[in-house]
């Protein structure tokens, strides 16, 4: 069976969050046709005490609200941080971690505080001295139960583990030969698997997508989602997927619509504020001609760094793809994702196909005949754009901003 999952989210409790209903979830969850969602800062004690009240603990050990079909997974994102050889900064690397239930949860929150970490944050950080401490805390972690999943998250960006604030040539570096347990890698929103497929490190793993969302709005649950190919809706067949790379697809934003794409300083990081980024060549000390400070270096440049053009390309199954909300709001001529006009056509919409993915895996023909009477002729148009692949991000990405959206243009030759 096909499930749609999103696998990587953040509670309230998170920086950068706001206030994150269950309810509201679970309906956006219904929108997006999303069957599985991460709950998101698990380990947090005031988080786990609302989702705990709220939701059913099932025996497939998943979550599930009430009077609905929207299921919930174990979820959090854990940082470990340690000092290498021959590196000036510390290393810090994000995960994606995945429980089985709530006895593994507590045993982890055990083994926190034996660690000294106090639980008082969302997104707990996990401070290793050395190589050999960092790898003894991973081998620690997983034996807690061996069902639990860890999970480099957005793989390329400043902040993951092969990104450019830490600088490695190689994971191994820093996972050494814990690497037999990473299964799969996040490709976060800057990236997509084409620009992937080329590192060695990541030939022989999964790649899964995200939307790393802090809301339950339209426009974050399911941004990314991974498609598995799975044996019923289960904590244990969620992970054997992965585990044996059953990726039937994912749905990715492109490239340069993510906030690290480009090499760039935005323009509030000079006095003048004019900002800077590079589509191409890049300077090559990597120091921002106007500041003169070290630029933010983008997810593109630092793939090409990584990869091995020798190495034969993994064929992984994407599209790339919008918000639906998005797309109409941008036919509509409004930057408001969310006012009556958009979500009354958003409705209408969900009224013919049911969910999103339904509608973006329809085929041109089935979405310009079934919406002809629903919609003006402008948005279907926009969708079918969409649909295509006619669209990019001009300026794309960079330093923390977002690309531009532009619908209607030639697919940009650098995504």
């Not at 929207?70 to 971690?97: C, G, M, P, S």
């Amino acid at each position: 069976m096909a499930l749609a999952v999103d696998l990587h989210s953040h509670s309230s409790y998170a920086g950068g969050a706001g206030l994150i209903n269950l309810n509201s979830l679970a309906r956006t969850m219904r929108f997006k046709g999303i069957d599985v969602f991460g709950l998101g800062d698990c380990l947090f004690p005031r988080w786990q005490n609302e989702y705990q009240s709220q939701l059913r603990a099932l025996p497939n050990n998943l979550y599930r609200m009430k009077g609905t079909n929207a299921f919930f997974i174990r979820q959090t994102e854990v940082i470990f941080t340690v000092a290498l050889d021959n590196y000036k900064n510390r290393i810090i690397a994000h995960h994606i971690i995945l429980f089985p239930d709530d006895r593994a949860i507590q045993k982890t929150i055990e083994w926190l505080y034996k660690k000294g970490h106090k639980n008082t944050i969302a997104r707990p950080f996990i401070v290793c001295r050395n190589k050999h401490e960092l790898r003894d805390s991973l081998y620690e972690m997983q034996s807690i139960d061996p069902m639990i999943e860890i999970i480099p998250a957005h793989i390329l960006t400043p902040d993951g583990i092969l990104g450019s604030k830490n600088g490695l040539t190689s994971w191994n570096e820093f996972y050494g030969d814990f690497t037999e347990h990473i299964h799969a890698v996040e490709t976060g929103l800057s990236a997509d698997p084409l620009m992937l497929c080329q590192i060695p490190d990541l030939q022989v793993k999964a790649f899964i997508s995200n939307s790393d969302c802090h809301s339950a709005a339209l426009n974050r649950v399911g941004r990314e989602f991974t498609i598995l190919d799975t044996n019923e809706t289960s904590y244990e067949s969620i992970i054997m997927a992965i585990r044996g790379n059953k990726i039937a697809m994912t749905a990715e934003f492109m490239p340069a619509e993510g906030r690290y794409y480009l090499t760039g300083h935005r323009a509030d990081r000079h006095d003048d504020m004019k900002e800077i980024c590079y589509k191409d060549s890049e300077p090559e000390n990597n120091i921002c001609p106007l500041c003169g400070k070290k630029l933010l270096q983008g997810v593109k440049n630092r793939a090409l760094q990584l990869s091995d053009f020798r190495l034969p390309k993994i064929h992984s199954k994407f599209m790339h793809l919008l918000p639906l909300i998005e797309v109409i709001a941008y036919a509509a001529g409004t930057k408001q994702a969310v006012n009556q006009k958009v979500i009354s056509y958003y409705n209408k919409c969900l009224s013919v196909f049911d969910t999103e993915i339904i509608l973006w895996q329809s085929s041109e023909k089935n979405i310009q005949e079934l919406l002809d009477n629903n919609l003006p002729q402008e948005i279907i148009k926009h969708i079918i754009a969409v649909k295509k692949g006619d669209f990019t991000f001009d300026p794309p990405g960079y330093d923390g901003c977002y690309g531009i959206l532009k619908i209607h243009m030639e697919k940009a030759n650098e995504c």
